[in-house]
């Protein structure tokens, strides 16, 4: 997949936590997003829009 091509792509990360959103996977969905966040954390607003994570 794309995200062991390039595990540190936040873009390629993101995108994997909405595919497993749109599944229903929530679980591993934010696991996703989480780590999106940890390499970028100007993702935080992104997620939260897309309802993911509560905003603070």
Not at 30 to 47: G, V
């Amino acid at each position: 997949t794309a995200t062991k091509l390039d595990p540190d792509n936040a873009a390629t990360v993101y995108n994997l936590g909405l595919a497993y959103m749109a599944s229903k996977n929530t679980e591993e969905a934010i696991s996703q997003f989480e780590k999106a966040m940890r390499i970028d954390p100007s993702l935080k607003r992104d997620i939260e829009l897309a309802g993911a994570l509560e905003s603070e």
